[in-house]
Structure formats: structure tokens, C-alpha cells
Nanobody
């Protein structure tokens, strides 16, 4: 049974930082793309960052480039999202997802398994 569990969300002031974690099980973690996505109320889901299983290649949305860092620890079946210099517009539910044979790393439609999400709220 596949399980993806996010943690680390919370409320911070603008300029602050949070580190999200995602622990996965039930599939071959080290063969999957792992991605972070977010969705704010009334908005479409947005791909935030993704990390490839080989060579840990990373991909970022323009809106978070230079502020967010995605990383993975295959030994722990865990992927992280370090979020620095947070802005109010980063407020959203953040989801972790796993995909295989992904062609567009920030396209959520290509990901197979999803977590329940963790809320991030940034106040001004």
C-alpha cells in the first residue's frame, strides 16, 4: 500500500522559513520523480519543485526559484522542501507526489501517488 505523508507546514511571517518533509512507502522510492505542488483557495494547483531520482536533477517554478530548495534522501524514502524568504503569496496547501516516466516534472497530471497535504500560511 502506497503512503505519502507530508509534514512541516505551519504559520510564519513574511521573510521566514519552513522545511517540509515527505515520507513515502509502498513503492520503489528511488525510481520515482518526487514533486511538491501547492494549491491556494480559488486557484489551480501549481507545480513548485521536482527532483529526479537519477543524479537528483531538480526543477523549480519561476515563482520559487532561488528561494526554495528540494532535496531527497533515498535511504530514508524522504523528500524535503526548504522554503526561505517566504511571501504571503506562498500561502497554500502543499502536496507531495510521486511519479514515474515523468516528462514534465512540474505537471501534476503526470504524478501517480499523492499525499494529503500540509498547510503553509505566510502572513504579511
Amino acid at each position: 500500500q502506497v503512503q505519502i505523508v507530508e509534514s512541516g507546514g505551519g504559520s510564519v511571517q513574511a521573510g521566514g522559513a519552513l522545511r517540509l518533509s515527505c515520507v513515502a512507502s509502498g513503492y520503489s522510492f528511488d525510481t520515482a520523480y518526487m514533486g511538491w505542488f501547492r494549491q491556494a483557495p480559488g486557484k489551480e494547483r501549481e507545480g513548485v519543485a521536482s527532483i529526479y531520482h537519477r543524479f537528483s536533477g531538480t526543477y523549480y517554478a519561476d515563482s520559487v526559484q532561488g528561494r526554495f530548495t528540494i532535496s531527497r534522501d533515498n535511504a530514508k524514502n524522504t523528500v524535503y522542501l526548504q522554503m526561505n524568504s517566504l511571501k504571503p503569496e506562498d500561502t497554500a496547501m502543499y502536496y507531495c507526489a510521486a511519479g514515474f516516466n515523468v516528462r514534465l516534472p512540474l505537471n501534476g497530471g503526470e504524478y501517480m501517488y499523492w499525499g494529503q497535504g500540509t498547510q503553509v500560511t505566510v502572513s504579511s
